[in-house]
């Protein structure tokens, strides 16, 4: 089993709708949690960063932790073609970074 | 804006010939990784430098990769020789400190080994 599980998708939404993306993890001892995205043929950005459990709200998006449940989620509103990419989440803990392997997002307009 | 610069973007190579990639992280990064990612799966950590020290390189297949930082700014990794299995997205990435905190990624090096 892997430490870090994430759905590789495709997810495919059409343009306006609010799409939540997800994680689950296994090691209680994770507690900064990132989700980075990746356009095709690019590495990846950070686009939110969490410590421990709550909401994060930036925009359009926000991220949310549930360490209870070790659960992970990023919801997008209102999503646009633009936001077509690749999520990865990443979670560390004693300064190694583990990431899951990203689930494919599709915007249709 | 600050980048980390990768080259070369794209590399078509045969097996059994090397492979070189180089990368200069944004100034002032202390902490450079070379990542490898395979479609469709996330980045897996190769090496991980701390100025000119190598601090984890355990998942690096040190019998035909070699990474180096020697002054502690941009760095080389090498393929000898290159296999079919080497095929991949190789990532650069920089952080201030090693500590958690952002990473910031080049745009990778496409690897095709035939």
């Known amino acids: 089993q892997k430490e870090v599980e994430q759905d590789p998708g495709p997810l495919s939404v059409p343009e306006g709708a609010i799409v939540s993306l997800n994680c689950t993890y296994s090691n209680s001892a994770f507690q900064y949690f990132m989700w980075y995205r990746q356009y095709s043929r690019k590495g990846p950005e950070l686009l939110m960063y969490?410590?421990s459990s709550g909401n994060k709200e930036d925009g359009r998006f926000t991220a949310q932790v549930d360490k209870s449940s070790k659960y992970i989620s990023l919801f997008i509103r209102d999503s646009q073609p633009s936001d077509s990419a690749t999520y990865l989440c990443?979670?560390?803990?004693?300064?190694?970074?583990?990431w899951g392997a990203g689930t494919k997002l599709i915007i249709k307009p | 804006e600050a980048e980390v610069a990768q080259s070369p973007r794209y590399k078509i190579t045969e097996k059994s010939q090397a492979v070189a990639f180089w990368c200069d992280p944004i100034?002032?990064?202390?902490?450079l990784y070379w990542y490898r990612q395979i479609l469709g799966q996330g980045p897996e950590l190769l090496v991980q430098f701390q100025d000119e020290s190598v601090v984890d390189d355990s998942q690096l297949p040190k019998d035909r990769f070699s990474a180096e930082r020697l002054k502690g700014v941009d760095s080389t990794l090498k393929i000898q020789p290159a296999e079919l299995g080497d095929s991949a997205m190789y990532l650069c990435?920089?952080?201030?400190?090693?500590?958690?905190?952002?990473?910031?990624f080049g745009e990778g090096s496409r690897l095709t080994v035939l």
């Open positions: 969490t410590y």
């Open positions: 990435a920089s952080s201030l400190g090693a500590g958690p905190g952002e990473l910031f």
């Open positions: 100034s002032g990064h202390a902490t």
């Open positions: 990443a979670m560390n803990s004693n300064y190694q970074l583990i």
